[in-house]
Each structure stands twice: as structure tokens, then as C-alpha cells.
């Protein structure tokens, strides 16, 4: 069976909902169809002709970027030049770009989670809050004899997490009353005869992002015709959500020695830095990116370090103002594990749901920055 991009773009929402983006970014499906089908995909981190070669090269039906493609609003489409050149081979040789942006930054298991996992961080809390995941209270009405189905099924689909438990959720028994009038098949009584019925009413929270897909999957495990099943908006604050992410080191350790760790965590040679480097290093914060403009919110959270990209001159000067130690291994450095990661979790994600698409990582993504 044939699978389509916007399953695809399911799974990738599921992490990175497009609500989350900035306002100025552009995400979702750049190039391309919902309706597409896809066998093999690739993970990069920028769409340029060595990553569409690569792509050609290995039978590429959809090309899944951090950096969207086309980011400022398009005024022509022009084959004389670079990007102009490179859509129109890929909407010629119908290779669809998906990209997840600054919604994959702000995900509370995106690229800054997946620092912070590379640095053996504990105690991990978002840098810069933004927002609060939105929950929802969802209630349904089964049937005693399926409600273990049932019960798994909303495990399955990650309903009920609250805090670090998973699973949760309150059941009471009840008694169901209906009626099944014409053109009826009811799974339990008889057309036109009042049925009472001994139900369990079930509920548990889901989050916003997986709400319209768990009621889809429960449904279909569900034994009625005619579900019975609420949705309450809740007030609880659900997951927090944002950019950097701050957490501690198992052990304390020399500035110098975190400088080498830095260098062999993020495979890059060289270093940039700024302020003054402390004694000892503890508590660390990272961006992804450009993230220099969480410096002082670094240094409020008490960090001994923040590790981010593209510092600029007057960002060294502020670093120094204000004490804080920054270490910039460059843009690059800091997001080119989304291949890693991004990959991963979609090869799971796919293998769960049985599908059979190919996953894969680019190799042809460089840093465009050279150090000499």
C-alpha cells in the first residue's frame, strides 16, 4: 500500500506542530503534494543542489529540511539563478520539500532537547518559555467487554501523559441508554427497542497536537456505530514550550575541559568564544542557531556557560557586560544533528505504523562558514 506525504507530515507535526513556529518563520509543505506518494525520504538541514544531486542519486521522493527553502515571500521564480534553478528541478522531478523550522526548535523534544541529550543534561528546562502545550480532557463511553481495547488504544496513541507517567486515566461505571432507530446495525441490541446497556465512562487528557489523531485511532477500535464522547478544553498548563534549553551536568568539571567536550560532542575543530571563562562549569544553557539574544535570560537562569551560534561583535561586548561565558561552535554545528535525530524518530514513528518508507540521511549538507 502506497503511502501518502501527508502521513508523513502527520508523524512530523506530532513532534513539531506548525502552531509552534514564529510568526516570521515558514514552515510545513514547501514543494510539492499531501497527496504524493512517498517510498524514500531524506533529512537534511539545508536544501541546496548538492543535497537535490544526492537526492536524484538515491531515488528521493521527499526531502525533509530544518531550513526552509523558501523563507522570504517569492517575488519570481526565475531559472537564471540559484534558488530559482533549483525549484524547478525539483518541482520537474517532482521531489517534495517538507520543513520543520522554528517549530522544531521550540518542540519540547526537538533540537534543543536533543542538545541537551548530547550533553548528558539533567534537571532540563526551557530557556526562553513562550507558551504552555494546550490539553484537552477527553471522555468516552464504552462498553465493559471493550474496554481494555479501548484502554490501549489511547496508550498507544501517547494519550494520558501526565508529568513522567503515561497511561493515565479515571473510569466509572454507568449504565448506557439507546435507541436504534432505521437503517441501524447497532453492535448491541435491536432496532427500534430501548437498550440499557452497563457502560464504563472513561477519560484521560491528550494534548492538543495528538488530539485529532487519537480520536480517529479510537474510534476505529471502538465496537458502536454512533460513539458517544466528549472534549473538554482544560485550563492545566501542559508541557512548556520555547527556545534553549538549560540543564545540569552530572559533574562538575574544568572550563577547559568542557571547551574539548563542546569540540568533540559537536564535531568542530575550532571554537569562537566570549566573556570570561569560570572555574568550573555546572550549569549549562544551549540555542540552537542564532541564539544570542537569550544571553541575559542565560544568565538570570544562573548558567555557567551558553552555547549558541552566529555570535556577532556586540555580542561579545554584551557577554562581557553582563559575565557570562559564551561558546559559539557556529549555526551549523548546533543544528546538523537534526539529521541524526530527525531520522530517527521518523524511522521509528514509521516502523510503529507499518509503513513502508525508506529513511534516510543526507550526506551532502557542509557548513557554508570556512575557518582558516
Known amino acids: 500500500m502506497s503511502v501518502k506525504c501527508q502521513q508523513i507530515i502527520s508523524i512530523i507535526e506530532e513532534l513539531a506542530p506548525k502552531y509552534l513556529a514564529e510568526s516570521w518563520d515558514n514552515v510545513g509543505l514547501m514543494i510539492g503534494s499531501p497527496s ?59 521531489i517534495g520539500v517538507y520543513s520543520a523550522h522554528t517549530n522544531l526548535d521550540i518542540s519540547s523534544q526537538g ?27 477527553f471522555v468516552i463511553f464504552v462498553p465493559k467487554s471493550n474496554i481494555e481495547e479501548v484502554k490501549a488504544e489511547l496508550g498507544k496513541q501517547e494519550a494520558g501523559w501526565i508529568g513522567n507517567y503515561s497511561h493515565c486515566s479515571f473510569s466509572t461505571t454507568g449504565t448506557g441508554n439507546f435507541k436504534p432507530l432505521e437503517n441501524t ?43 458517544a464522547y466528549d472534549i473538554y478544553p482544560l485550563e492545566n498548563k501542559g508541557q512548556v514550550q520555547g527556545l534553549g534549553i538549560i540543564g545540569i551536568l552530572e559533574n562538575e568539571i574544568e572550563a577547559k575541559e568542557f571547551i574539548e567536550l563542546v569540540k568533540h560532542k559537536l564535531h568542530v575543530v575550532n571554537l569562537r568564544g566570549s566573556g570570561n571563562l569560570p572555574e568550573k562549569i555546572k550549569k549549562v544553557a544551549i ?26 561583535y ?33 524511522y521509528e514513528k514509521i516502523q510503529s505504523q507499518k509503513l513502508k518508507v525508506d529513511v534516510i540521511k543526507s550526506e551532502a549538507n557542509r557548513d557554508y562558514i570556512n575557518l582558516y
Not at 112 to 132: H, P, Q, S, T
Open 111 to 137: 533540537i534543543n532537547y536533543w542538545l541537551a541529550k548530547k550533553f548528558n543534561l539533567n534537571k532540563i528546562e526551557v530557556l526562553d518559555k513562550l507558551n504552555y502545550e494546550k490539553l484537552y480532557k
Open 185 to 227: 446495525n447497532p453492535f448491541i441490541g435491536t432496532p427500534y427497542n430501548v437498550e440499557e446497556v452497563e457502560e464504563v465512562r472513561l477519560e484521560t487528557i491528550i494534548k492538543e497536537s495528538n488530539l485529532s489523531k487519537t480520536i480517529k485511532a479510537v474510534l476505529k477500535v471502538h465496537p458502536y456505530e454512533e460513539v
Open 36 to 94: 504524493m506518494n512517498v517510498q524514500k525520504l531524506m533529512v537534511c538541514l539545508d536544501v541546496d543542489q548538492n543535497v537535490l544531486d544526492e537526492a536524484i542519486e538515491k531515488g528521493v521522493d521527499l526531502i525533509i529540511s530544518h531550513h526552509p527553502i523558501i523563507f522570504s515571500p517569492i517575488k519570481n521564480l526565475r531559472w537564471d539563478n540559484y534558488k530559482g534553478k533549483l525549484m524547478k528541478e525539483l518541482i520537474t522531478r517532482e
Open 314 to 346: 556586540h555580542d561579545g561586548q554584551t557577554a562581557n557586560e553582563i559575565d557570562l561565558f559564551i561558546i559559539d561552535p557556529g549555526h551549523y554545528a548546533t543544528e546538523i544533528i537534526v539529521r541524526q535525530y530527525l531520522s530517527k524518530y521518523l
Open 287 to 312: 540555542c540552537s542557531g542564532a541564539g544570542a539574544s537569550l544571553m541575559n535570560k542565560a544568565k538570570f537562569a544562573g548558567a555557567d556557560v551558553f552555547i549558541t551560534g552566529d555570535l556577532k
